[in-house]
């Protein structure tokens, strides 16, 4: 799942000038595309990590 609010909604925010609606600062905001690609990684990594020691209990 991508986290979509930290690579649409928050700079959406930013570029519409509407900063004082957001609930963090607007650095942050500017920054947030690289978060959620930052985080979308994190998670591959993660998932590929705990994949490694998965074992089924079917058949």
Known sequence: ???LAFVAYLPAA????RTG????PAWLAWASPAVGGLLTFLAYRFWRWQSRYYTSSGH
């Open 14 to 17: 930013v570029l519409l000038n």
């Open 1 to 3: 799942m991508f986290p």
């Open 21 to 24: 609606e957001l609930a963090v």
